[in-house]
């Protein structure tokens, strides 16, 4: 037993009780005390020869080097991290997705949780007015050691320790499991919120819309997180729901597994962000580049912003304290009154009709892109996602997707490079290809500069290739949809329609695919049951074969634990 860890928690329940703003988070203040406290940070000061008591200014701060993944967490024993050493005051362990291909624990405590509850508590209170309405959180967050499905559920249940007449139900992201409790519970509430990552959102929408559910005859809020969304997104899947006024009843939350969430939508972050999707120019102007970013407030009481080469750095107490620790997240830092005197100089008043109390906290501005290692690289421009979204988001298009994608650059049969995009049809819709690829060309143009100059004009339309939902090699049921792949093998292989890609992705294969130069790749039995044939390098389980390719055959591997991937014949 731990006596002094009672006292520390009810202090830190007394506090998010009773709501009270705490001064700005001092760095050097709590350098000091992650260094007193916390062995491997000692450890790690001591290998590189800083002593504390030699960090007394802001620029000394300034030269603190960068906590990562690779050169900090990696690098000591979990508990190491923690303060006192110990893991004995954390009673959850989360594990991040991987993004960046290795996934790694981040332990909390209910004292962690407190302080990202309030960021909950300013979503559903300013925003969605949670304090005066009964509200169903209906949590599609997916359910596991992932961070979100059950961070979501503890913050949202301690408002209504707090008094919030805030109930939740968690079906995770189970489709068919959310629309059935949906028409059973929502009548016993004045509004539903359902939080999630946004295309999935969109897929429960969409979904629901086709199996004849009804979302106008609810008042229904959303709260999205985990990646950078278009306005035209938000505008699209708040007209499809219903929702009255998409500025207030939607709000992103900009959550790490490392720090929970670092901050959120507000009202006034949303209009400004929607001018600046109207406006490149201005976007430009303030962001160095076209492209939008989520841009959200946060607590300077909690959380300590820094930039770094265009990157995100922050300091702030979590069951791993951190302190100048690089997120890798690209983005930047605006000041309230900064971003108020930027939005005059461009003639417009983001507080007109916003209720200053609950819908323009005076708080800092922080904007992030996302990871720079999710950009694709064509003739030297950077594709990023969010340019695609646009796309896919148009009214030409919009009715035919669900709004997932991955971007790949490959090589054609003269090597020549193109630029990929694997595009999710939603249920029972055929979609066009061409007409997909010239609303993609058209937004990247638009928004995109290094496209528009780089690529040569010949080789901007894009190459379409259409599945159906969840493909399980391109759009699995269960995992963080990743939207950028790395370059896919030099063959070319057919494109296949959406009514091929379905029969495809229900056991069916043509007994002869031909790559672009006519030579056809021979389907052949198979001893061993787990090879699969995968045309364009999409993968599609086909039991009982492998491939000759040009004369070539591939043969088991006599490793059954090995993952095998020789050009486009793969066995798991």
């Given at each position: 037993m731990?006596?002094?860890?009672?006292?520390?928690v009810?202090?830190?329940?007394?506090?998010?009780?009773?709501?009270?703003?705490t001064?700005?988070?001092?760095?050097?203040?709590?350098?000091?005390?992650?260094?007193?406290?916390?062995?491997?940070?000692?450890?790690?000061?001591?290998?590189?020869?800083?002593?504390?008591?030699?960090?007394?200014t802001?620029?000394?701060?300034d030269?603190?080097?960068?906590?990562t993944?690779?050169?900090?967490?990696?690098?000591?024993?979990?508990?190491?991290?923690?303060?006192?050493?110990?893991l004995?005051?954390?009673?959850?362990?989360?594990?991040?997705?991987?993004?960046?291909g290795?996934?790694t624990?981040?332990?909390r405590?209910?004292?962690?949780?407190?302080?990202?509850?309030?960021?909950?508590?300013?979503v559903?209170r300013d925003?969605?007015?949670?304090?005066?309405?009964?509200?169903?959180?209906?949590v599609?967050f997916?359910?596991?050691?992932?961070?979100?499905?059950l961070?979501?559920?503890?913050?949202?249940?301690?408002?209504?320790?707090k008094?919030?007449?805030?109930?939740?139900?968690?079906?995770?992201?189970?489709?068919?499991?959310?629309?059935?409790?949906?028409p059973e519970?929502?009548?016993?509430f004045?509004?539903?919120?359902?939080?999630?990552?946004?295309?999935?959102?969109?897929?429960?929408?969409?979904?629901?819309i086709?199996?004849?559910?009804?979302?106008?005859?609810?008042?229904?809020?959303?709260?999205?997180a985990?990646?950078?969304?278009?306005?035209?997104?938000?505008?699209?899947v708040?007209?499809?729901?219903?929702?009255?006024?998409?500025?207030?009843?939607?709000?992103?939350?900009?959550?790490?597994?490392d720090?929970?969430?670092?901050?959120?939508?507000?009202?006034?972050?949303?209009?400004?962000?929607?001018?600046?999707?109207?406006?490149?120019?201005?976007?430009?102007?303030?962001?160095?580049?076209?492209?939008?970013?989520?841009?959200?407030?946060?607590?300077?009481?909690?959380?300590?912003?820094?930039?770094?080469?265009?990157?995100?750095?922050?300091?702030?107490?979590n069951?791993?304290?951190?302190?100048?620790?690089?997120?890798?997240?690209?983005?930047?830092?605006?000041?309230?009154?900064?971003?108020?005197?930027?939005?005059?100089?461009?003639?417009?008043?983001?507080?007109?009709?916003l209720?200053s109390?609950?819908n323009?906290?005076?708080?800092?501005?922080?904007?992030?892109?996302?990871?720079?290692?999710?950009?694709?690289?064509?003739?030297?421009?950077?594709?990023y996602?969010?340019?695609?979204?646009?796309?896919?988001?148009?009214?030409?298009?919009?009715?035919?997707?669900?709004?997932?994608?991955?971007?790949?650059t490959?090589?054609?049969?003269?090597?020549?490079?193109?630029?990929?995009?694997v595009?999710?049809?939603?249920?029972?819709?055929?979609?066009?290809?061409?007409?997909?690829?010239?609303?993609?060309?058209?937004?990247?143009l638009?928004?995109?500069?290094?496209?528009?100059?780089?690529?040569?004009a010949?080789?901007?339309?894009?190459?379409?290739?259409?599945?159906?939902?969840?493909?399980?090699?391109?759009?699995?049921?269960?995992?963080?949809?990743?939207?950028?792949r790395?370059?896919?093998?030099n063959?070319?292989?057919?494109?296949?329609?959406?009514?091929?890609?379905?029969?495809?992705?229900?056991?069916?294969?043509?007994?002869?695919?031909?790559?672009?130069?006519?030579?056809?790749?021979?389907?052949?039995?198979?001893p061993?049951?787990?090879?699969?044939?995968?045309?364009?390098?999409?993968p599609?389980?086909?039991?009982?074969?492998?491939?000759?390719l040009?004369?070539?055959?591939?043969?088991?591997?006599?490793?059954?634990?090995?993952?095998v991937?020789?050009?486009c014949?793969?066995?798991?």
């Amino acid at each position: 037993m731990h006596a002094d860890r009672p006292p520390l928690v009810a202090a830190a329940w007394d506090s998010f009780l009773k709501g009270a703003r705490t001064a700005p988070l001092d760095p050097l203040e709590f350098f000091r005390y992650v260094a007193e406290t916390v062995p491997g940070y000692r450890r790690f000061l001591d290998e590189r020869g800083i002593h504390p008591a030699s960090i007394v200014t802001a620029a000394d701060f300034d030269t603190l080097p960068l906590l990562t993944k690779d050169t900090y967490h990696r690098r000591y024993r979990l508990g190491q991290l923690c303060r006192g050493g110990s893991l004995d005051g954390c009673d959850m362990i989360a594990v991040s997705s991987g993004s960046s291909g290795q996934p790694t624990p981040w332990p909390r405590s209910v004292i962690d949780e407190l302080a990202i509850a309030a960021r909950f508590e300013q979503v559903f209170r300013d925003a969605f007015r949670a304090d005066q309405q009964t509200t169903l959180a209906v949590v599609c967050f997916p359910f596991g050691t992932w961070v979100g499905g059950l961070y979501t559920v503890t913050c949202i249940r301690h408002l209504n320790a707090k008094g919030y007449p805030v109930t939740v139900v968690a079906p995770g992201n189970n489709k068919d499991e959310i629309l059935c409790v949906m028409p059973e519970l929502a009548p016993n509430f004045d509004q539903v919120v359902l939080p999630g990552y946004p295309p999935f959102i969109k897929d429960v929408v969409d979904t629901g819309i086709a199996t004849g559910f009804d979302w106008q005859a609810y008042v229904v809020k959303f709260v999205f997180a985990g990646e950078v969304f278009s306005e035209e997104c938000r505008s699209l899947v708040g007209l499809r729901a219903g929702l009255a006024d998409p500025v207030r009843d939607t709000a992103a939350l900009y959550g790490t597994a490392d720090a929970g969430v670092l901050g959120n939508e507000t009202a006034l972050s949303v209009t400004i962000r929607r001018f600046l999707a109207r406006n490149p120019s201005a976007a430009m102007d303030l962001f160095g580049q076209s492209r939008l970013p989520t841009l959200v407030q946060y607590d300077p009481g909690s959380r300590y912003f820094q930039t770094h080469d265009g990157t995100l750095l922050f300091t702030g107490d979590n069951g791993i304290p951190l302190v100048r620790y690089h997120i890798s997240d690209e983005g930047g830092v605006v000041g309230y009154d900064d971003m108020l005197a930027f939005c005059e100089r461009h003639h417009f008043n983001p507080l007109a009709g916003l209720d200053s109390t609950r819908n323009a906290p005076n708080m800092p501005f922080v904007y992030l892109f996302g990871r720079s290692l999710f950009t694709v690289s064509y003739y030297g421009a950077n594709i990023y996602p969010e340019n695609i979204s646009v796309g896919l988001e148009q009214p030409t298009v919009s009715g035919w997707v669900t709004g997932k994608f991955v971007l790949e650059t490959a090589e054609d049969s003269d090597r020549d490079r193109i630029l990929r995009v694997v595009v999710e049809v939603a249920h029972g819709q055929l979609a066009d290809n061409h007409t997909i690829a010239c609303a993609i060309r058209d937004q990247l143009l638009r928004l995109n500069s290094e496209f528009a100059h780089y690529v040569p004009a010949h080789h901007r339309l894009p190459d379409i290739q259409l599945r159906p939902i969840s493909d399980p090699d391109y759009f699995p049921v269960g995992v963080k949809h990743r939207y950028t792949r790395q370059a896919v093998s030099n063959l070319a292989f057919p494109k296949f329609r959406a009514g091929a890609a379905d029969r495809a992705h229900a056991g069916f294969m043509p007994d002869t695919a031909w790559p672009a130069n006519g030579t056809p790749a021979r389907l052949i039995p198979a001893p061993h049951p787990n090879y699969y044939y995968s045309p364009g390098c999409a993968p599609a389980r086909r039991a009982g074969w492998l491939v000759s390719l040009w004369g070539l055959r591939f043969g088991r591997d006599e490793d059954p634990g090995r993952n095998v991937s020789i050009g486009c014949m793969n066995r798991r």
